[in-house]
């Protein structure tokens, strides 16, 4: 629990707790010994005519109150070692320490009643729920209100405790009365203390919630950060793992299937050469397949191009389309015209990929299918939006069937929330719109 300057609540409670028995001992002990004193005097008709009321067995109140006081100790002890915070025995301890409280109070003819008081103050503590906390206020007020002295005996006749200060000497009469009034001043001062620590203590609280909530969100977001980067650190090594993988599987295909077909075209050469000039079925069957050997060789070095790392991990989207155009250009020995507006290709990362991925494939569809000759790359800026078109002077088609290639970029625009349209027509057309995302200006 926390403190006001060097008193804990717990300690205040038990100030409150010495304070209160303390009072009731020595007002029941008084009283006792001065009703003794006034029997032995012969003195009780005359106070009997000058009291309203007189109390019971004086000695009887006195060995019960002492007998309560030692239960409130022990109830207290219970509560406080109660680590568990067991409902049921904090409960049970209030019950029992009020219903001793209430008799105590009784027999006291009400001329004490701050026990009560430390009572309510431990309810405060005990009960955190806010369901109770108005109960607690509403019964105390309650019962502290209509155990007050003064208000009872409106209503009926209970003995003063001045009364029987009186019977004391004047000196004696002061002392008496000083401790008497100091004793329920102490009381009030020490529950006044004991709430106000519990606010402060519950401010406290509050506040070290606000500064916990507070290194919690800076915790989070470095964690999330820290997710952020693991999850590039994870794209980054599967990146390169792909990239691995592909260079491993482009060298396997240029040092196997190449060199063999390299090889084939070769020795197909060379039964040309002892075929001689002459054109005989066999000199035609060996030009066809040095033909197709060759443009196996042509495809084969194409898809190890197209295995290389992808030139958009390296360069700009412009610089990446101008090298896969040269590369295409060199190894499939075809004429290719790249035609760009003086915009600035700048997108996302995937955008960049899918736009590279359909110059790409388009240019392999017109060499390997349309064996085309000559190609036109265009990309320009529309309103919103990207405009790609790919046209060749291939062969064409009669009827347009959607293959794996063709069903690719259809695949890659329509992520891109993108439309395309294939049309045979001098040749084979590719025309693609990408809008441009987030409101983004480019060039």
Not at 33 to 42: E, K, P, Q, V, Y
Not at 162 to 175: D, E, F, K, N, W
Not at 215 to 242: T, V
Request: net charge neutral; with cysteine; charged share 20%.
């Amino acid at each position: 629990m926390k403190s006001i300057g060097n008193l804990k609540i717990n300690k205040i409670l038990e100030f409150m707790l010495i304070i209160s028995v303390t009072t009731m001992i020595l007002i029941s002990g008084f009283v006792w010994i001065i009703t003794a004193r006034i029997i032995d005097m012969h003195e009780a008709k005359l106070f009997i005519s000058r009291s309203v009321s007189i109390p019971g067995n004086t000695m009887h109140i006195f060995i019960f109150t002492l007998i309560s006081s030692i239960c409130f100790i022990v109830t207290f002890s219970v509560r406080s070692s109660n680590r568990l915070n067991d409902t049921y025995i904090i409960f049970v301890t209030f019950i029992i320490e009020f219903i001793l409280e209430l008799i105590c109070i009784i027999l006291l003819n009400f001329n004490y009643n701050g026990i009560l008081l430390w009572t309510f103050a431990n309810a405060l503590i005990y009960l955190k729920k806010n369901k109770y906390i108005s109960i607690v206020i509403v019964a105390a007020t309650v019962s502290y209100l209509f155990t007050t002295h003064d208000l009872v005996k409106l209503f009926i006749n209970i003995y003063d405790i001045s009364a029987y200060i009186r019977v004391c000497s004047t000196s004696l009469q002061t002392v008496i009365f000083f401790i008497y009034n100091a004793l329920n001043l102490m009381t009030v001062v020490s529950f006044i203390l004991c709430c106000i620590s519990i606010i402060v203590n519950k401010e406290e609280i509050i506040e070290k919630n606000i500064e916990l909530n507070k290194q919690l969100e800076i915790a989070n977001f470095d964690l999330q950060k820290a997710n952020i980067e693991l999850e590039r650190s994870l794209m980054d090594n599967a990146r390169l793992a792909e990239i691995r993988e592909r260079n491993r599987i482009a060298r396997e295909i240029h040092d196997t299937l190449g060199h063999t077909l390299t090889g084939l075209a070769a020795g197909i050469d060379a039964c040309i050469a002892l075929a001689g000039d002459e054109k005989t079925p066999l000199r035609n069957q060996l030009d066809l397949l040095s033909k197709v050997s060759r443009n196996g060789i042509k495809d084969i070095r194409m898809s190890v191009s197209s295995l290389r790392p992808d030139a958009p991990d390296r360069l700009n989207l412009e610089s990446a389309i101008k090298e896969l155009v040269e590369n295409t250009k060199r190894v499939a020995g075809v004429n290719i015209i790249f035609n760009c507006e003086d915009i600035n290709l700048k997108f996302d990362e995937d955008e960049e990929m899918a736009i590279y991925r359909i110059v790409q494939e388009s240019l392999t569809n017109s060499i390997r299918h349309g064996n085309a000759k000559n190609i036109e790359v265009v990309v320009k800026k529309n309103f919103g939006s990207i405009g790609l078109m790919i046209h060749d002077d291939g062969i064409g088609c009669e009827k347009i069937e959607s293959g794996f290639g063709l069903r690719h970029i259809r695949e890659r625009v329509n992520m891109l929330k993108g439309q395309v349209n294939f049309r045979s027509e001098n040749g084979f057309i590719v025309e693609a719109m990408i809008p441009i995302r987030w409101g983004e200006e480019y060039g």
